[in-house]
Structure formats: structure tokens, C-alpha cells
């Protein structure tokens, strides 16, 4: 199985495979997991709603809701990465973000670099990345 990446994952999600393209790349080795499972959870900081683990939902642009990822169904989550499929919903901001609608796709999002969690023990990802169809962003998470 290829590697994650955004060509890859891209093609997966043209082709409808994109969930067995990476559930075999991480059984591989070839991509995002190499995390150790057995270890304890990495905490994601969700704003608003606080820490959480696997969350399904999470706000990428958490001031105006303009970027969202919702129904995230987890494939994977480890202490150093996590991903998961899902819906992204932007704003389109046509005329304005307040009057403007909006674009719903299917995507998949990885969830790394791991950081420590304000000095509590635990730790957070502080970075996702989207994957649809159309290419991929990376969000800072704080």
C-alpha cells in the first residue's frame, strides 16, 4: 500500500477507496501511524468544548466557525498521530461570512504533532490536516 500523502489520499477519495488506502497504510507502516496504541491517549484541545479524545467534531477556524470538520468517524488514534474521516463544512463568505452559505465534503483529517498539555501530564495534537478531494490545508490547533 502507498504511503499517506496528498496525492494519494486525493486519489483514494476520487476512487472511493480512501478508507481501506489508509487503514492499510497504517497496518503497513507507510504513513501516519507509528504511534505506540498501548500508551495513554493524547488529548485534543477542542475550542470551544475543552480538552477531548477523539472528538467528533472539530473547529479548525474555532472564531467564526467559518472551517469545520463534523461526523468524525476514527480509524486510528495513538500518542503521537490520530486520523479519521469526516464532513468539512466552510463558509463560502458570498456576499459576506454573515449573510454567505456554505460547502459541505467529504474529507479525511490527520491529527499530529503532539505537545504538552499546558504542563498537566497529558498532551494535545496541535496540528490537523484535511484531505478532500480538492487538496489539502494544514490548521495550527490551540
Not at 507507510?30 to 493524547?42: E, H, L, Q, Y
Not at 504538552?116 to 484535511?130: E, H, L, M, P, Q
Request: charged share 10%; hydrophobic share 35%.
Amino acid at each position: 500500500m502507498p504511503p499517506l500523502s496528498k496525492e494519494n489520499v486525493v486519489g483514494w477519495m476520487r476512487t472511493g477507496v480512501v478508507v481501506a488506502g489508509i487503514a492499510g497504510s497504517v497496518i503497513a507502516g507507510g504513513g501516519v501511524a507509528s504511534a505506540d496504541v498501548s500508551g495513554p491517549d493524547t488529548t485534543l484541545i477542542v475550542i470551544p468544548g475543552g480538552p477531548q479524545v477523539r472528538p467528533s467534531t472539530i473547529y479548525l477556524t474555532p472564531a467564526d466557525a467559518g472551517d469545520i470538520v463534523t461526523g468524525i468517524n476514527w480509524l486510528y488514534w495513538g500518542t503521537d498521530s490520530a486520523f479519521g474521516y469526516g464532513t468539512e463544512t466552510i463558509k463560502n463568505c458570498q456576499p459576506s461570512c454573515a449573510a454567505g452559505g456554505s460547502t459541505s465534503t467529504p474529507v479525511v483529517i490527520t491529527l499530529t504533532e503532539p505537545k504538552v498539555f499546558w504542563g498537566r501530564g497529558g498532551r494535545s495534537f496541535t496540528r490537523a490536516t484535511v484531505y478532500g478531494v480538492s487538496g489539502s490545508h494544514s490548521v495550527a490547533l490551540r
